[in-house]
């Protein structure tokens, strides 16, 4: 099982590194800018989560080949893919959504914090990876605008459906196994259709 | 007394929430990007105090109620605000301004910090929401342009006062309480009479 | 040769702050904007080492002599230097990249961490402050852009020597010297012969 997990951390932390390299490419940027693109798209959101909750050393700090795969890969990318097939990349990110998602709602209860708090945890686990990209590359999160498909819904759903197996004394292992699947589906089913939240119908005006 | 500072710091959240989520509106946001920004806006400041300090788990992983208002009034903002009175939003955030640099000040006089980081942290706590709020909207913040009115200027200066009768050993709440008023005053003054910083008379070329 | 140290620490600082200080004038930031992106230009890095290794209360809290030279350096710089020699600086600056990235390695190794998440601390340490001072202007590191002139690979390459230097048992000091310098000339000759990285041969799209 410990196996799978560690299949599953290097695939979705590769996917990140992938998408990292090739958005700092498209703003004209050196090797330089994207491996640290692709560095902060793949361990963002774990290291704003341990900053806040005080894990420190931050995680990557003690896992040395982690942190020299992102760069392997980011710099391989920069300079190599061409083209890449956006489903495939979807794929990996939507499984580094479920598994990262459950991972910092799960640091959370550790630390016996209030479901809002571990729930609020998991989606920043998720999304900020994402989020620190684009502040990199100068622009408003995709994750915020109103044309991007659902992705933090995703995780906060997941999520809460961690936060009450949990609560159920459900097996932890079982819990997140479903809670990750069931991020991962509803991502792709987003991506799939389409879907997007519902906009303000009110002026822009304040 | 205690009462009168959970009325004061829940008026002051509820500014910064409105004001993220509205100003999250403006560019084009769905709702994630809205609460997310009104929930940067409302515990920025003290989010970067509490990690420079090294308080952490930060403060509003352990106060829940605070996260769930951040997101209602975050989220009622967004669909529901078509206009709301800019002078009630000013006095609510100028409350804020008072209180939280004076909480940050607290802080690092507890840390037994020298006065001028003392000071440094009462600022940073009093201004980073907004500072935050604008890197997410992709834009330079708003506090740091020279047609702002004064804003990290009024805390500045009463965050002195408060270590200035910290100094003489005045009892710590009428201290906070005379500074914090301090703060409030100068900032609704500079918002009514446009005060700003003088600019630089040399030209912008280095 | 604590005094070197000190003294060197304050011209790279001092030539950090004058850095962030011109630039945000040029975006017509006010005193606040100037003092504040001086300051982080000054400090980010070390900050954000800091952070991510866990050491708070942060540096520059338990430095206010430090933050006070910042402050004024800061100031003066916007309102009085007109024009400054952009060699001076450069220079400057470059013995604030060969200390600070050596000083941030040389932490890391006494949390035991490997060599290289050190290199990594290194190279953030010495490029994160100008990282955080473009970010602050709204605009994509030049530190990470195609057109720029080697910095975070003289850092790299320096702090590679320091570690190779630090196995071999070499005087910690002696090491440190030899490594600084090093990243120093390389910084000098960067920027004098324009050295780049080489860009991707293969197009911009996706």
């Not at 729930?119 to 990876?129: A, E, Q, S």
């Amino acid at each position: 099982m410990d196996n799978l997990l560690y299949i599953l951390t290097y695939i979705a932390v590769t996917a990140s590194a992938i998408s990292g390299a090739l958005e700092a490419r498209k703003y004209n940027m050196d090797i330089v800018g994207a491996t640290t693109t692709a560095f902060v798209t793949a361990f963002g959101g774990g290291t704003v989560r341990d900053l806040l909750l005080g894990r420190t050393p931050v995680f990557w700090l003690t896992s040395p080949w982690l942190v020299v795969i992102v760069f392997i890969v980011g710099a391989i990318s920069f300079y190599r893919i061409d083209t890449i097939s956006n489903n495939l990349l979807a794929i990996a990110d939507a499984i580094g959504l479920g598994l990262f998602s459950i991972l910092g709602a799960t640091y959370a209860l550790q630390l016996d914090l209030s479901p809002v708090v571990a729930v609020l945890m998991g989606v920043v686990t998720g999304i900020f990876g994402g989020v620190l990209r684009d502040l990199f590359c100068n622009r408003i999160p995709s994750v915020f605008r109103q044309n991007t498909e659902l992705y933090a819904t995703c995780s906060f759903i997941g999520t809460w459906v961690f936060i009450f197996l949990h609560w159920l004394n459900i097996d932890s292992f079982i819990s997140a196994a479903i809670a990750a699947t069931i991020i991962f589906i509803l991502r792709i089913a987003a991506v799939r259709f389409k879907m997007t939240l519902p906009a303000p119908k009110i002026g822009k005006g304040v």
